[in-house]
């Protein structure tokens, strides 16, 4: 994966809560909790699961889930 925002933080998915349109993706980054709140399409593109690694990607204010292919 690149990326122009140089704040990528790598971990594991611990939770996933599912809304009408938009989830909470909570990804522990070695203890701290990351929680983005990302649609349900992106999701599912993603293939984001509890226990699967992907990474928290900081830029400005917003947050954004990203994974390898």
């Known amino acids: ?3 122009s925002a140089r704040n990528v933080l ?5 939770e996933i809560v599912t809304g009408a ?3 909470h993706v909570r990804i522990d980054i070695g203890g701290t909790i990351v929680t983005a709140s990302i649609t349900n399409a992106a999701v599912q593109e ?3 699961a509890v226990g699967k690694p992907a990474a928290a990607v900081i830029k ?3 947050v954004m889930v990203g994974v390898d292919d």
């Open 21 to 23: 349109v938009t989830s």
């Open 10 to 14: 790598r971990g594991k998915v611990v």
């Open 60 to 62: 400005a204010s917003d």
């Open 46 to 48: 993603l293939g984001l």
């Open 1 to 3: 994966m690149k990326l």
